[in-house]
């Protein structure tokens, strides 16, 4: 299983990494360690923090800046279970066969603030906010307290996975 990351920065900031190779190593391991079946694509923007307010109060209703926002092209019920969508057409591109997952867009400026408040690396939390979002894109969420460890334990599983620690 492959992922196709279409990456877009669309600011002056330079994290210091490699943000699309990044992307698609953590995509891999999530979608691997989720059971997916398929070669998938994923939008990516790498945004500031205005921008990222911007769209979170646009399409949210939430008038401050975040670290990192999904938008799923699917609806996975129960979370990662691929079998309604194999027969659904709308769910792939027609070109490629990919499975489109939607889109993630982070902040650069919160990956660096993160990464200091938390002290650990900026690509530990540039991996984090990947696999979070990644996990959201397959129909988890963190609404429940049992919801919130249920994620929690996959992220860090994946990143684990990867050697991406603390």
Do not use: W
């Not at 906010?129 to 994946?158: N, V």
């Amino acid at each position: 299983m492959a992922v196709t990351i279409l990456y877009e920065n669309e600011t002056s900031i330079d994290l210091g990494l490699p943000c699309e190779e990044l992307a698609a190593q953590v995509a891999e391991q999530v979608l691997k360690q989720e059971g997916c079946p398929f070669d998938a694509q994923i939008n990516l923007v790498l945004t500031d923090n205005p921008s990222i307010r911007k769209v979170n109060a646009e399409f949210r209703n939430i008038d401050k800046e975040t670290d990192v926002l999904s938008f799923p092209e699917n609806d996975f019920y129960p979370p990662a279970c691929f079998d309604q969508i194999e027969e659904d057409d709308t769910c792939f591109d027609l070109d490629t066969g990919e499975l489109l997952l939607g889109d993630i867009m982070i902040s650069a400026q919160k990956v660096i603030s993160q990464a200091a408040e938390y002290g650990h690396t900026v690509k530990r939390e540039f991996c984090f906010l990947l696999a979070h979002s990644m996990l959201h894109l397959l129909g988890y969420d963190h609404i429940e307290p049992e919801q919130a460890e249920d994620m929690e334990a996959r992220q860090e599983k994946a990143l684990m996975a990867l050697g991406i620690t603390r």
